[in-house]
């Protein structure tokens, strides 16, 4: 369970609803929504889904209605029109008992503030959800000690909130919402008043989690940093509407409006850009079948210390050093030449693991999970990548760095970052 299907959801605060929801569906923004009947405009006209066992980020300036869409999830705000399903149950329609029965079965909910009790024991605290439902002592127990230990904080059971740091605390809130077992996780700035090192190291653990317990967690975030972390999609909202939705990576390369754009322009690039989008697909890919004399044909403008051999589906083969071509003999053939140990990275390996490897040998080989060639990484490509954001000046214009490396005029100097990845789909709605 855990899939939530969100159908032309919209929340208007304060006076004259009705007029503001047919104003909405006369296609009029949050701003001349306010104008002209001065209601607040929480949440426009919003649909996506929200996949089963996936980390979905919410993110967007303050304003944008994160808290208000993650909270119309489960209820906890009313959406004035528009339809929420939990997998197949439509929880616009539950009755006050069924939702309150609902909520607690399917959602966990984790704060910015940890809101634990500071009268009560952190095993109290994370088995407090349990005791309400009425789950018989031992077995609350257990859960709650199977929670604590999953957060790291066992040991510390018997200990009261304020004998606890920022971040443990953090760690109970986390165990309260995974103790009782619900298979969506509904998380708002849960980690934004954590120390950095911290944040950073609850990052790491909450996608470690997510991935062992296969939860499905919609997280609020305005930091982008954060987003790439937990490694989930992004939703991107303004003024209540959602404006892109993709992975990172989609989001970066192809940024559906100037407000994206602007979003993403100080993300660290090399965190978010896979292998297969900065790898080289023009590059000149030999044939182990090929003989020296063809494969020096076909290499002769030179400017490259090594070239990726392919066989005739274009799978991997290896690679040939130029040194190594120059000094054969002429009846040899490519297969003869090749590389004892090329180097070999992950079409979906990000970037930032993959240059340590381009700084040492040069050259690396992108390879897809079917074992075909997408081309080569070299330091040249990375710097290509690296200085080309998109809607930048250097995207049409040549960056210095191609300037000093002779690249041809042909090859588009952009390519690696508007290149479709293989990556999931994305899509823009709003
Ligand atoms: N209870 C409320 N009454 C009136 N207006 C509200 C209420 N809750 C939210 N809003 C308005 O709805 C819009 C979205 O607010 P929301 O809190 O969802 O934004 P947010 O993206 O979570 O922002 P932040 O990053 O500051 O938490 C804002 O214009 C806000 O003023
Ligand atoms: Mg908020």
Same mark, same amino acid.
């Given at each position: 369970m855990g899939r939530i299907t969100l159908e032309n959801v919209s929340k208007v605060f304060g006076a004259n609803p009705a007029q503001a929801i047919e104003l909405i569906s006369q296609g009029k923004r949050k701003a001349e929504v306010a104008q002209a009947c001065g209601a607040v405009v929480g949440l426009r006209d919003i649909s996506f889904d929200v996949h089963e066992g996936e980390i979905l980020i919410l993110m967007g300036l303050s304003g944008s209605g994160k808290s208000t869409l993650l909270r119309c999830m489960n209820r906890l705000v009313e959406p004035t029109v528009g339809r929420i399903l939990v997998d197949d149950v439509d929880v616009t329609k539950l009755g006050r008992k069924e939702l309150l029965a609902f909520r607690q079965k399917a959602f966990g909910m984790v704060f910015q503030h940890f809101a634990l009790l500071p009268n009560r024991t952190i095993l109290s605290n994370v088995g407090f959800g349990l005791e309400i439902k009425n789950v018989p002592a031992k077995q609350r127990i257990d859960a709650?000690?199977?929670?604590?230990?999953?957060? #790291?904080?066992?040991?510390?059971?018997?200990?009261? +909130?304020?004998?606890?740091?920022?971040?443990?605390?953090?760690?109970?809130?986390?165990?309260?919402? %995974?103790?009782?077992?619900?298979?969506?996780?509904?998380?708002?700035?849960?980690?934004?008043? %954590?120390?950095?090192?911290? @944040?950073?190291?609850?990052?790491?653990?909450?996608?470690? %989690?997510? @991935?062992?317990?296969?939860?499905?967690?919609?997280?609020?975030?305005?930091? &982008?940093?954060?987003?790439?972390? &937990?490694?989930?999609?992004?939703? %991107?909202?303004?003024?209540?509407?959602?404006?892109?939705? #993709?992975? +990172?990576?989609?989001?970066?390369?192809? +940024?559906?409006?100037?407000?994206?754009?602007?979003?993403?322009?100080?993300?660290?690039?090399?965190?978010?850009?896979?292998?297969?989008?900065?790898?080289?697909?023009?590059?000149?890919?030999?044939? +182990?079948?090929?003989?020296?004399?063809?494969? @020096?044909?076909?290499?002769?403008?030179? #400017?490259?210390?090594?070239?990726?051999?392919?066989?005739?589906?274009?799978?991997? /083969?290896?690679? /040939?050093?130029?040194?190594?071509?120059?000094?054969?003999?002429?009846?040899?053939?490519?297969?003869?030449?090749?590389?004892?140990?090329? #180097?070999?990275?992950?079409?979906?390996?990000?970037?930032?693991?993959? &240059?340590p490897q381009v700084a040492t040998s040069g050259a690396v080989a992108v390879v897809a999970e079917d074992g075909r060639l997408i081309g080569p990484i070299t330091s040249r490509d990375v710097v290509r990548a690296l200085a080309a954001r998109p809607g930048n000046p250097s995207q049409t214009q040549p960056t210095g760095a191609e300037r000093w490396t002779g690249t041809s005029p042909n090859s588009p100097s952009t390519r690696s970052a508007t290149t479709p990845s293989t990556g999931s789909p994305s899509m823009a709605a709003g």
């Amino acid at each position: 369970m855990g899939r939530i299907t969100l159908e032309n959801v919209s929340k208007v605060f304060g006076a004259n609803p009705a007029q503001a929801i047919e104003l909405i569906s006369q296609g009029k923004r949050k701003a001349e929504v306010a104008q002209a009947c001065g209601a607040v405009v929480g949440l426009r006209d919003i649909s996506f889904d929200v996949h089963e066992g996936e980390i979905l980020i919410l993110m967007g300036l303050s304003g944008s209605g994160k808290s208000t869409l993650l909270r119309c999830m489960n209820r906890l705000v009313e959406p004035t029109v528009g339809r929420i399903l939990v997998d197949d149950v439509d929880v616009t329609k539950l009755g006050r008992k069924e939702l309150l029965a609902f909520r607690q079965k399917a959602f966990g909910m984790v704060f910015q503030h940890f809101a634990l009790l500071p009268n009560r024991t952190i095993l109290s605290n994370v088995g407090f959800g349990l005791e309400i439902k009425n789950v018989p002592a031992k077995q609350r127990i257990d859960a709650a000690m199977r929670a604590i230990e999953l957060v #790291g904080l066992k040991g510390w059971e018997s200990k009261y +909130p304020s004998e606890l740091s920022g971040g443990m605390q953090q760690r109970a809130g986390l165990a309260r919402a %995974l103790a009782a077992d619900a298979d969506i996780l509904l998380m708002d700035e849960a980690f934004s008043a %954590l120390d950095p090192l911290i @944040r950073r190291d609850m990052q790491a653990e909450l996608r470690e %989690l997510q @991935r062992s317990l296969k939860k499905t967690i919609v997280f609020v975030s305005h930091d &982008l940093d954060e987003a790439v972390a &937990l490694g989930g999609r992004i939703v %991107l909202m303004k003024d209540g509407e959602v404006v892109q939705i #993709g992975q +990172p990576e989609d989001v970066v390369a192809r +940024p559906a409006t100037e407000y994206v754009r602007r979003f993403v322009e100080h993300i660290d690039l090399a965190a978010v850009m896979r292998a297969a989008q900065v790898a080289d697909r023009d590059a000149i890919v030999l044939a +182990p079948t090929d003989t020296v004399a063809e494969a @020096r044909l076909r290499t002769v403008a030179g #400017g490259s210390d090594g070239w990726l051999v392919a066989d005739g589906a274009g799978r991997f /083969v290896g690679r /040939v050093r130029a040194e190594r071509l120059a000094a054969a003999r002429v009846g040899e053939t490519v297969a003869s030449l090749l590389d004892l140990d090329p #180097g070999v990275v992950a079409a979906e390996a990000r970037l930032d693991a993959v &240059l340590p490897q381009v700084a040492t040998s040069g050259a690396v080989a992108v390879v897809a999970e079917d074992g075909r060639l997408i081309g080569p990484i070299t330091s040249r490509d990375v710097v290509r990548a690296l200085a080309a954001r998109p809607g930048n000046p250097s995207q049409t214009q040549p960056t210095g760095a191609e300037r000093w490396t002779g690249t041809s005029p042909n090859s588009p100097s952009t390519r690696s970052a508007t290149t479709p990845s293989t990556g999931s789909p994305s899509m823009a709605a709003g």
